[in-house]
């Protein structure tokens, strides 16, 4: 295994071997073979561990136990507790998510202060495909199938092409010790349902399931590229836009075989669903004039395009899914984007950007309403957005127009203007939500 690992590094072009790494280590299995493999390596490591202090002595046994080894191999060792559930409290978030946030802002905090050139977790295949099948579950397109990045920034995950399996092998290979901790059993989180229960079901219709699982994930990598080509080149040719209207050359349907599936991903930011494509598709070839109407849209069959149009009526709200990639209210056109792509940015230009672990689907963009308050960035306190909008003095013909994003009932963005405290880029943040907002051209 120490092969491939060093194999990993090269192949990732991390030239490490003159570099000092922050080793992320819990004292479990993964994280204590990924401190064995780099320091019999002979790179400069140090390591951090986090004390979260959620499971009691077992939580100071996991600290004594990663110190006392870190005294043993010589190896720089720092060590926090945390706060967990009281920064979980006070910050609305569940105590996976504030473990989370606390642990990478320190982690960024200590490569900044060391001057350490890269942050190593030890997330392995199993982990990657678990997340894939998360997002398989939840109604993710291709670019939620491709598992865990080897590199986010400064994160590289040296583990991420070796198995559990072979993981255990090597720890048993080298007698390496660890510490079991007991909430990794607890199947009432997704992930261990899904490790425990749905990935050993599915092994005994693939015993192979591991090997392909990760190849769909790499070929997915390069369908998603593909697949933003593509539709960019087929509305170049195909699509035009009016100031009222879109519309559609209904020829080129003809040349795909899931042609719902195709038209969807042209449409489904005017609300309308696979659902109502699969019935759209065969009325193409029919008599024109046949009519199908989304929550803030309408979709005629003409007789040589599809044309879409905007209710007269703006609807009051629209509810945005997790694989909503572009949404649109009355004037306005949202279109989001999650990316693992960190910058420290909360900048609100018309294009912004969110914590995507602090946000919850479906997503509820509205106007405002009088009574709504939120809690602008920068403050910990909330504000009444009629306040908010006089302190920006924001015209009285104006203010109608403004609208909010909701996630879970939260008011994350006052959209064009402010997003909530709660929902920034912080240091810790692993994936990032980015929402641009411009005028829609109906």
Known sequence: MQELFLQHIEQNKWAIRDQRILLTVSGGLDSMVML???????????????????RGSESDGDEQFVVKKCQQLQVPVDVKRFDTNNYATHNHVSTQMAARDLRYAWFYELADQGHFSFIATAHHLNDAIETTLLNLISGRGADG?????????RIIRPLIFAS????????????????????????????????????????????????????????????????????????????????????????????YQHKASVLYELIKGYGFSLEQCGQVVPAVPGQ??????????????????????????????????????VSVLGTQRLQLEETEEV???????????????????????????????????????????????????????????VTVLESKGEIMWVVGHRISHHFRITPGTKRVLRIKVMPHFM
């Not at 064995?36 to 959620?54: D, K, P």
């Not at 510490?179 to 059993?185: L, Y």
Request: hydrophobic share 35%.
């Open 288 to 325: 024109p004039g046949k009519r199908f109407s989304s929550a803030s849209h309408q979709l005629v069959i003409d007789r040589d395009e599809l044309i879409i149009t905007r209710h007269t009526e703006t609807p009051a709200e629209v509810r945005i899914a997790l694989s909503d990639n």
């Open 145 to 153: 199938l491709t598992g865990i990045a080897a590199q986010n920034g």
């Open 343 to 401: 910058s420290i940015s909360n900048d609100d230009n018309g294009h912004t950007s969110f914590d995507a672990d602090k946000v919850n689907y479906p997503l509820t963009w509205r106007t405002w309403r009088e009574g709504d308050f939120f809690y602008p960035l920068g403050m910990e306190n909330r504000k009444k957005i009629s306040d908010f909008l006089i302190d920006r003095k924001i015209p009285l013909n104006d203010k109608a127009k």
């Open 164 to 255: 559990r399996k072979l993981i255990e092998k090597y720890a048993a290979d080298h007698t390496i010790t660890w510490r079991e901790d007991s909430s990794n059993s607890q199947d009432e989180y997704k992930r261990n349902f899904i490790r425990h229960r749905i990935i050993p079901l599915l092994s005994q219709l693939n015993p192979s399931l591991l090997d392909s699982v990760s190849r769909s994930m790499r070929k997915n990598e390069g369908i998603v590229e593909l697949e933003r080509e593509a539709i960019a080149a087929f509305e170049s040719r195909y699509v035009s836009r009016k100031a009222d209207r879109i519309a559609i050359d209904k020829t080129a349907l003809q040349r």
């Open 36 to 54: 064995h493999l780099f320091v019999s390596s002979g790179f400069q490591v140090s390591v951090a561990h986090c004390n979260f202090q959620l």
